[in-house]
Every structure is written in C-alpha cells, then in structure tokens.
C-alpha cells in the first residue's frame, strides 16, 4: 500500500470522509480518498483492494463508492466485509455494477461477478421484494436504500426508448422483479445502480 498523498492521516470525525474504489483514470470527487491497484495520477492510495483495506480503521468513512469495480474483484464477500467494517453507522456504499443481461459484460475478460436485482440482497437480512433469498452465507447486514436498474445505449438515438424502459421497470418493486424474471433478456439493462447502508 502507498499512501501517495498522506491522505489516511487526513481522515477526521469532524469532515465527511469519502472513499472511491477502483477509480482508475477520473474521480468522482476532488476532496475524496481514491484507491486502485494501477498508480495513476487521480489514485491517492496504490493498494490492491483484494488484499483488504487493512489500512482504514473501523467506523471512520462515510461513504463508499465505485462504479464498474465490484465486478472485477475476486472475493466480493470479503471485499463487502471490508466496506461494511469501514463505514461508520450510518454510512453508504453506493455505486454501480454492469447487470448480467449486458450484452458487453461478457466481452470484458476481467469481468469475474454477475449482478442482479436480488445480489445485494444476500447481503442483508431484511429484504423489500417479494422473492426471498438466503441471508446465512455472510455476516453483512446491509440496509437496501434503492436497487434500480438503468438502461442505456452508445448509439445516442436509443437512449430516448431506453429511458422510457429505466421509468417503466423501475416504478416498484413489482416491476422490478417481473423485469428481471421475464423480460431482462428481450429488454437488456446495462447496469444496476445501488444504495446499502449500514
């Protein structure tokens, strides 16, 4: 691990702390901690998250972020663990993973998860959709704020159908879990966005 900006003596009880995971090449916010494996010049700590984040005390971040990271690691139990150590009460992971009917994901060879509606629930042990999952492979009790899908498309004239489908499968849980079980494959999402809070 290097600490390239001395960044971890930085950390307050009085300021919001806030964590980017796997940023690579753009940060999301100027006053945050960035961590990735590749020293670029937007990363403040070269750590490799798979090997934990040892180096943050309990309890100290206030949020969490990644976007296109969660993916890529190889054992998410411990990787959400670590998140879930470091969060104060309160605290948020947020972010985004590509979803499993993604027509690109399986292009990615460095693509190592799948995720859908219900993942994330697997980290928590009270669940808001009508399809249970098991609660006793882990220790995470995440409070699921908001699981939504988004819809999208590199060809610019798609995105207006493509946003009218992100209003329609995501107005409730309901629709949410009828999208993901019949029509995910004839309505492709490209990710998922998610709120967990601990």
């Given at each position: 691990?290097?600490?390239?900006?001395?960044?971890?003596?930085?950390?307050?009880?009085?300021?919001?702390?806030?964590?980017?995971?796997?940023?690579g090449?753009?940060?999301?916010?100027?006053?945050?901690?960035?961590?990735?494996?590749?020293?670029?010049?937007?990363?403040?700590?070269?750590?490799?998250?798979?090997?934990?984040l040892?180096?943050?005390?309990?309890?100290?971040?206030?949020?969490?972020?990644?976007?296109?990271?969660?993916?890529?690691?190889q054992?998410?139990?411990?990787?959400?663990?670590?998140?879930?150590?470091?969060?104060?009460?309160?605290?948020?992971?947020?972010?985004?993973?590509?979803?499993?009917?993604?027509?690109?994901?399986?292009?990615?060879?460095?693509?190592?998860?799948?995720?859908g509606?219900?993942?994330?629930?697997?980290?928590?042990?009270?669940?808001?959709?009508?399809?249970?999952?098991?609660?006793?492979?882990?220790?995470?009790?995440?409070?699921?704020?908001?699981?939504?899908?988004?819809?999208?498309?590199?060809?610019?004239?798609?995105?207006?159908i493509?946003?009218?489908?992100?209003?329609?499968?995501?107005?409730?849980?309901?629709?949410?879990?009828?999208?993901?079980?019949?029509?995910?494959?004839i309505?492709?999402?490209n990710e998922?966005y998610?709120?967990?809070?601990?």
């Open positions: 691990m290097i600490d390239k900006y001395n960044k971890l003596n930085n950390l307050s009880c009085d300021k919001k702390n806030i964590v980017e995971l796997g940023c090449p753009s940060r999301m916010f100027n006053h945050s901690i960035t961590i990735d494996k590749i020293d670029l010049e937007t990363v403040d700590i070269v750590a490799d998250i798979n090997n934990g040892e180096f943050i005390p309990d309890n100290t971040i206030d949020e969490v972020y990644s976007n296109h990271f969660l993916e890529h690691v054992n998410l139990e411990f990787v959400m663990s670590e998140i879930y150590r470091i969060l104060k009460p309160g605290g948020r992971k947020i972010g985004t993973v590509p979803h499993f009917s993604n027509p690109h994901f399986y292009s990615d060879y460095t693509h190592i998860h799948f995720f509606l219900y993942s994330f629930y697997y980290m928590t042990k009270i669940s808001s959709l009508k399809r249970k999952v098991p609660t006793f492979y882990n220790n995470l009790n995440f409070i699921v704020i908001d699981v939504r899908f988004r819809f999208y498309s590199s060809f610019k004239i798609r995105n207006h493509k946003k009218i489908y992100q209003i329609i499968f995501n107005m409730n849980g309901y629709m949410k879990e009828y999208y993901e079980e019949n029509l995910c494959y309505f492709p999402a998922i998610f709120v967990l809070e601990k």
